[in-house]
């Protein structure tokens, strides 16, 4: 399934609207852009729809708008803790920074996610070797061929 694009307007206004508080990151997630805290998701765009995580009761709030509806990225597929906010009130600034400001006390309120330790990287030339290339191969890549004949 193909995404399509946010319209550059969204992604104007979703990026006029970071919460100015330090914790708040703001990073691309499929190529969009999203506000994180802690490491976890709170809001991002998402094809025409701005979407938001919310705790159990403000999510039924929300839910309870005309025009909100649970986020679906693919069809049958619902995030169970987002929610994308009615069309209607985009154009409502005051509204869209209160519910960001709800899903940023939520995601607060989430334990930080731990980063995970990155594998080493091998340092050059201590890789296993892998299996010898068939001559073919090597005369494929331009490898020089010795032959060895049998006496």
């Keep these: 399934m193909k995404w399509r694009k946010p319209p550059s307007e969204l ?35 998402h094809q025409e729809s ?20 649970r986020f679906e990225p693919m069809p049958g597929r619902a995030m169970r803790e987002y929610t994308c ?16 400001a709800r899903a940023l006390a939520y995601a607060l309120t989430l334990p930080a996610k731990q980063k995970k330790p990155r594998k080493p990287r091998s340092p050059a030339g201590s890789r296993k070797p892998g299996p010898p290339a068939s001559r073919r191969q090597r005369v494929a890549s331009g490898t020089t061929v010795r032959s060895c004949r049998r006496s």
Excluded: K, Q
């Design 11 to 45: 992604v104007d206004l979703f990026l006029s609207l970071v919460p100015d508080n330090p914790e708040v990151d703001v990073r691309a997630m499929f190529g969009t852009p999203c506000f994180f805290c802690h490491g976890h998701l709170f809001a991002g765009v």
């Design 50 to 69: 701005l979407i938001v995580r919310l705790g159990d009761d403000e999510r039924a709030a929300l839910l309870a708008l005309p025009g909100a509806r």
């Design 85 to 100: 906010v009615p069309a209607a009130m985009l154009s409502d600034r005051e509204a869209l920074e209160a519910w960001l």
